[in-house]
Every structure is written in structure tokens, then in C-alpha cells.
């Protein structure tokens, strides 16, 4: 059974940082495609970071400079970094892994950033 658990949402204030995980079992991850996704409340849900198995990355254009995504292969884990925080960064941030035909989602940790 394929698992991603996400840590590291919560309350922040604008201009902080906050460091979401997701941890993955059942599966290599190594061998997928590995993101976060985002959706704002009456927004639809929207691609923040993607780490494709190679190596590759692609970062939003409204986060670049912010948001650094990195992965951690041999401990099946992703990680988002997220600095200087906004209130318009305020959703729901999910984790995802994809090795088609197969795609997998975390349950997702609120990140409120709010004074």
C-alpha cells in the first residue's frame, strides 16, 4: 500500500519560512516524479514544485526564489522550503508522486500565512 505523508504545515507569519516534508512508503522513489501542488480556498489546485526522476526541476514563476524543492531518494522523502511567506501563499499543499500509470497523493498540510 502506497503512503505519502505530509509534515510541516501550519501558521506562520508573513516574511517566515516553513519546511514541509512528505514521506513515502511503498514505494522507490527513486524511480518517480516527485512535486507539490497547491489549491487556495475557491482556487483550483496548481503546481508549486516538480523533481521528475532525473533530476530535474521545475519551480512556479510565483515562487521562484522563494520555494526550493529537494528530494531525498534513499530516505524516500521530499522536502519544500518555503521563505518569506505571503498570505497570498496561504493553501492547501500536497504532495504527489508519479510514475505513470500510476499517481499518488498526500492528504495535503494547510499552510496559513497570516499575521
Known amino acids: 500500500q502506497v503512503q505519502l505523508v505530509e509534515s510541516g504545515g501550519g501558521l506562520v507569519q508573513p516574511g517566515g519560512s516553513l519546511r514541509l516534508s512528505c514521506a513515502a512508503s511503498?514505494?522507490?522513489?527513486?524511480?518517480?516524479?516527485v512535486g507539490w501542488y497547491r489549491q487556495a480556498p475557491g482556487k483550483q489546485r496548481e503546481l508549486v514544485a516538480v523533481s521528475s526522476r532525473g533530476g530535474n526541476i521545475d519551480v512556479a514563476d510565483s515562487v521562484k526564489g522563494r520555494f526550493t524543492i529537494s528530494r531525498d531518494n534513499n530516505n524516500n522523502m521530499v522536502y519544500l522550503q518555503m521563505n518569506n511567506l505571503k498570505p497570498e501563499h496561504t493553501a492547501v499543499y500536497s504532495c504527489?508522486?508519479?510514475?505513470?500509470?500510476?499517481?499518488?497523493w498526500g492528504q495535503g498540510p494547510p499552510v496559513t500565512v497570516s499575521s
Open positions: 511503498g514505494v522507490i522513489f527513486g524511480f518517480y516524479t
Open positions: 504527489h508522486a508519479q510514475r505513470p500509470p500510476s499517481t499518488y
